[in-house]
């Protein structure tokens, strides 16, 4: 079964570093999103990417943040200069042309010294 | 006012037994609604999705929704200990590019044998 991977599944990094987060959405799929999820807390949506360019993007995604599909497979989020709260897992999710299905990673858990 | 609001619960339920969640929404333009199932430290797995009022069943889950009062629910039937999990109420404002998917904060099932 075709699946959404990421890397790393585990990043620590300190305060102020750039980390890029990576993500190989399922092949055939068209839409891409990046999430959040700081332990203990809600899922927040942070951004979402259709046809090469951002569709939208939450409060949370600021000028820190940016997103990139820099090849066919990749799709990838990065943050410029980490703050402690940036501290979370980050989720990667994409859909298909059917949009029934909506498809996430196993994550990447960030923690920022 | 959130957008989408759960019981945090936890929700205990005797193996066997119906599980019922209940989740509302704020927007009222809200077109498609979804719930997944997320065990601890895993990401989120979809198990339903509805879009029309009225119930829609699939194996031992049942969705309902009604937009009028802009509410949804899920039912599970025959609750196993294996659905013991956090249940995410997600609501998307269907647009032309299916952008933003707005979580609830979950409402944790504990199935007791």
């Known amino acids: 079964e075709p699946e959404v991977t990421q890397t790393p599944s585990h990043q620590v990094t300190q305060m102020g570093q750039e980390v890029i987060l990576r993500c190989v959405p399922i092949?055939?799929?068209?839409?891409f999103y990046w999430y959040r999820q700081i332990l203990g807390q809600k899922v927040e949506f942070l951004v979402s990417?259709?046809?090469?360019?951002?569709?939208?993007k939450s409060e949370i995604f600021d000028d820190q943040f940016s997103v990139e599909r820099p090849d066919g497979s990749n799709f990838t989020l990065k943050i410029r200069s980490t703050k402690l709260e940036d501290s979370a897992m980050y989720f990667c999710a994409s859909i298909g042309t059917g949009r029934e299905t909506q498809y996430f990673g196993p994550g990447t858990r960030l923690l920022v010294l | 006012q959130k957008e989408v609001e759960q019981n945090s619960g936890p929700l205990s339920v005797p193996e066997g037994a119906i599980a019922s969640l209940n989740c509302t929404y704020s927007d009222r333009v809200s077109q498609s609604f979804f719930w997944y199932r997320q065990y601890s430290g895993k990401s989120p797995e979809l198990i339903m999705s509805?879009?029309?009022?009225g119930d829609k069943e699939d194996g031992r889950f049942t969705a309902q929704l009604n937009k009028a009062s802009q509410y949804v629910s899920l039912l599970i039937r025959d609750s196993q200990p294996s659905d013991s999990a956090t249940y995410l109420c997600a609501v998307i404002r269907t647009t032309d590019s299916w952008g933003k998917f707005q979580f609830g904060a979950g409402t944790q099932v504990v199935v007791t044998p």
């Open positions: 990417f259709y046809n090469n360019e951002i569709s939208e």
């Open positions: 092949s055939n799929h068209l839409y």
């Open positions: 509805i879009y029309s009022n």
